[in-house]
């Protein structure tokens, strides 16, 4: 059975750092694609950010290039998600999400098989 769960989210206020962090199980880690997305309140779920790594594509969005960077620690079946610089508007329940080996980096949810739980980050500004 396929598991990730999210942690790192909370409060902090705008220009801070974060960190989530999306430990899986039950799935071949590190051939899957990995892959954040977010949803804000009354907004549609967006990708954020996203490795695939057998067929060699990644993808931010334009919102978060330069302040996220996606990371991932096979030997610990974990993935991780630095958010720096943080703004009010990055405010969103953020989920991690793995997709077949073959899925290409777009943004889009099609592909990811599996899906977290989502954990709340709220920036103050």
């Known amino acids: 059975q396929v598991q990730l769960v999210e942690s790192g989210g909370g409060l902090v206020q705008a220009g801070g750092s974060l960190r989530l962090s999306c430990a899986a199980s039950?799935?071949?880690?590190?051939?899957?694609?990995i892959a954040w997305f977010r949803q804000a309140p009354g907004k549609e779920r967006e990708g954020v950010s996203c490795?695939?790594?057998?067929?060699?594509?990644?993808y931010y969005a334009e919102s978060v290039k330069g302040r996220f960077t996606v990371s991932k620690d096979n030997a610990k079946s974990t993935f991780y998600l630095q958010m720096n610089s943080l703004k009010p508007e990055d405010t969103a329940v953020y989920y991690c999400?793995?997709?077949?080996?073959?899925?290409?980096?777009?943004?889009?949810?099609?592909?990811?098989?599996?899906w977290g739980k989502g954990t709340l980050v709220t920036i103050s500004s």
């Open positions: 039950g799935v071949d880690f590190d051939r899957y694609a």
């Open positions: 999400a793995a997709g077949e080996p073959t899925t290409y980096c777009t943004g889009s949810p099609y592909g990811m098989d599996y």
């Open positions: 490795i695939s790594s057998i067929v060699g594509s990644t």
